[in-house]
């Protein structure tokens, strides 16, 4: 199967994704910055989930990019992760238009374990495709990025319980992590001669 179809077809998703959460955040009514002021919430929260989605994108392209082969398991997964990733527009405007009450913020944090989770699979089926020797798999190696991601969603769902901003600390710590260059991909990429 070709694999350029289903990159074409994410990154337009993506693009759409961006889009409709872009499309959420309204214009003031009155041209003061007591204005602005009122709708931080929903642009921290913007902000956050673009960050987010510019993360899985830049992931999702290197997974695509080290690999030779794709199947119809990996369309599947990926179309599970793409539903998750769909989701995201809806939780944020939650927790944005809530002030980052307790209920969206405990409901973003489970969209973002969603997220997490259909990664994980999508890359495991990629491994499980392309080989355990392959060198995706190899780069990857045991994933604690994603691992230790996975465990500090659940302390942010958690603490959201406790108190919202604590929870969305976690979300943000998560983002912090996935932010810094990832380079196990690009290091098992072959040389490319000048």
Do not use: Q
């Amino acid at each position: 199967m070709n694999k350029g179809r289903l990159e074409a077809f994410s990154d337009g998703v993506l693009a759409i994704i961006i889009t409709v959460m872009v499309l959420e955040l309204k214009v003031p009514h009155e041209p003061t910055p007591a204005a602005l002021l009122e709708v931080w919430p929903v642009f921290l929260s913007y902000v956050l989930s673009f960050v987010f989605i510019g993360i899985y994108w830049n992931n999702h392209h290197h997974l695509l990019h080290i690999v030779h082969h794709i199947s119809g398991g990996v369309l599947w997964a990926n179309l599970h992760l793409l539903f998750w990733l769909s989701l995201v527009p809806f939780s944020t405007g939650w927790m944005g238009e809530n002030h980052f009450a307790l209920w969206p913020v405990a409901i973003y944090g489970l969209n973002l374990i969603g997220c997490a989770i259909a990664f994980t699979i999508l890359l495991r089926f990629l491994i499980a495709t392309n080989g355990k020797d392959s060198a995706l798999a190899k780069a990857v190696g045991n994933d604690w990025k994603g691992n230790v991601s996975l465990v500090i969603y659940v302390l942010g769902v958690g603490l959201a319980f406790v108190e919202p901003v604590l929870g969305l600390a976690c979300y943000v710590a998560v983002a912090v992590i996935w932010f810094v260059p990832d380079r196990r991909i690009e290091r098992a990429l072959p040389a490319k001669p000048d």
